[in-house]
């Protein structure tokens, strides 16, 4: 797992880095609708974390009572 992770950290910039700079270069069209992307981006993200953590229990619930 270290070598995944120590691999994976030397390689972020190259990962964030262009990404960022089309944002920069895009900025004049995407700042219009910033306000509403962020509410989305907020929105998506709490949705996945939610239904994933109850995906989760549900599974573990079904495993546990399966080997119990």
Excluded: H, Q
């Excluded at 990962?15 to 907020?42: C, D, M, Q, S, T």
């Amino acid at each position: 797992v270290k070598g995944a992770a120590d691999f994976l950290i030397s390689v972020m910039p190259v990962l964030f880095v262009a990404p960022a700079v089309k944002v920069l270069e895009y900025w004049g069209i995407i700042a219009p609708n910033a306000g509403a992307i962020l509410v989305i981006v907020v929105f998506t993200t709490g949705a996945v974390f939610g239904i994933s953590g109850l995906l989760t229990k549900w599974l573990m619930g079904k495993g546990g009572k399966k080997n119990g």
